[in-house]
């Protein structure tokens, strides 16, 4: 199976913050790779598919770039609301594998 | 509504068994693959199975395969997972949810709420 390995697993930052997550693949995955968000006691929610592609509703202020084996995802100016976990899952090879997860926390 | 509602959850027995069921609305149901997706302490995110929208192709994480079966009945907008031989690492929440492969890229954008599965004596 591929493993999806996320940095850092948590980080603190304010309102109006920019942030960076990252998500390393064990294998190459293309551009294979999603980004989803988790509040406390909810399912996730896809933000971003195909690396970049922002799904449907989605604000602006997030964005996904990389390529192979190496992710990014990240928040612009941080609202209340993005407080939450998110997690990387690879869909290049089965079983399409998640990351850990990052837990973005109010500072 | 476009939505998945799972139920069948609850408290089982090691080497019991228990089945899920997804109820689709909103959508056109055969028009998509549905995956089961858990959550467990231990493992976080794990995707289990995966049924097409047709129902001829199935495929099992190898944690699962031989005990769990996932079928659909595209009649009734629904979808199952027979889970058997349960055991305390497939305690956790199970989520229903959608497949969508049609950009090229497979990407998992419609959620049920999860059901909860404990496996304790």
């Known amino acids: 199976d591929i493993q999806m390995t996320q940095s850092p697993p948590s980080l603190s930052a304010s309102v109006g913050d920019s942030v960076t997550i990252t998500c390393r693949a064990s294998?190459?995955?293309?551009?294979?790779l999603n980004w989803y968000q988790q509040r406390p006691g909810k399912a996730p929610n896809l933000l971003i598919y195909?690396?970049?592609s922002l799904h449907s509703g989605v604000p602006s202020r997030f964005s996904g770039s990389g390529s192979g084996t190496d992710f990014t995802l990240t928040i612009s100016s941080l609202q209340p609301d993005d407080f939450a976990t998110y997690y990387c899952q690879q869909t290049y090879f089965t079983p399409y594998t998640f990351g850990q997860g990052t837990k973005v926390e109010i500072k | 509504q476009l939505q998945l509602v799972e139920s069948g959850g609850g408290l089982v027995k090691p080497g019991g068994s228990l089945r899920l069921s997804c109820a689709a609305s909103?959508?056109?149901?055969?028009?998509?693959?549905m995956t089961w997706i858990r959550q467990t302490p231990g493992k976080g995110l794990e995707w289990l199975s995966y049924i097409s929208g047709s129902g001829s192709t199935l495929y099992y994480a190898d944690s699962v395969k031989g005990r769990f079966t996932m079928s659909r009945d595209n009649a009734k907008y629904s979808v199952y997972l027979q889970m058997n031989s349960l055991s305390a690492d497939d305690t956790g929440v199970y989520y229903c949810?959608?497949?969508?492969?049609?950009?090229?890229?497979?990407?998992?954008?419609?959620w049920g709420q999860g059901t909860l599965v404990t496996v304790s004596s």
């Open positions: 949810v959608r497949g969508d492969g049609y950009s090229g890229y497979d990407k998992f954008d419609l």
């Open positions: 909103g959508f056109s149901f055969s028009d998509f693959y």
């Open positions: 294998h190459r995955i293309s551009s294979n």
């Open positions: 195909a690396t970049s």
